[in-house]
């Protein structure tokens, strides 16, 4: 037996025993969930609309980008205002997005994240490379903590996903803060009810 296989069998048979992780109960308060959401995705430069469907969102875009404005979505349901099959592009095609209008599976009220699978972003470059990101969400997602959103998404497969939470933020050491230096340069969230 070599002195790696030696090495290998002395570290296997000399395994801690397992411990079993112990139950940590979360206070949680349900109240109040969309005005504390809306609070903090506010202080961190979002904007966020509550709607009824997903019609008022072309009305509120409307008022900010053109017909000139290259918006890719994935909703189906907005295809006469967006681009809604670019899932085969190369991801540099995206590189002249002005607006990617995304769903997110769960929104989390302390810290105003939203939680995007990579099936819900067509290319998973696309809520980082758009100049401005909106983010529907079904009020009924709404968790109070990440606590409560890693006990929905913990057991979930997936091969890629993010929190996003704001528009892309980023400050020097003279406390200068520069929006959209990595990514969207503005963060709309739509609360579907």
């Known amino acids: 037996m070599s002195s790696r296989d030696l090495i290998l069998a002395a570290v296997k048979a000399n395994q801690p025993e397992s411990t079993i992780l112990p139950v940590v109960n979360i206070p949680q308060s349900t109240e109040n969930l969309v005005e504390r959401f809306t609070t903090i995705a506010s202080a961190i430069g979002s904007r966020v609309f509550e709607i009824n469907s ?3 969102i072309k009305a509120i ?3 900010e980008f ?5 918006i890719i979505s994935s909703f189906n349901e907005l295809s006469d205002i967006a681009e809604t099959n670019t899932s085969q592009s190369l991801p540099h095609a995206l590189e002249n997005v002005d607006l990617a209008i995304l769903k997110a599976d769960l929104a989390v009220a302390e810290n105003a994240a939203l939680w995007v699978p990579e099936l819900n972003t067509m290319q998973r470059v696309l809520p980082f490379i758009a100049q401005h990101l909106a983010l529907v969400v079904s009020v009924n997602t709404l968790v109070p903590t990440m606590h409560q959103a890693y006990e929905v ?5 997936y091969g890629y996903a993010a929190f996003i939470a704001g528009p ?3 400050a020097d050491i003279e406390q200068s803060l520069v929006l959209g230096a990595h990514g969207p340069r503005s963060m709309t969230v739509f609360l579907l009810k």
């Open 153 to 157: 998404i913990g057991n979930q497969e």
């Open 168 to 170: 892309s933020k980023t």
């Open 66 to 70: 053109d017909s000139s404005s290259r």
């Open 54 to 56: 997903l019609d008022e």
């Open 61 to 63: 875009l409307s008022t």
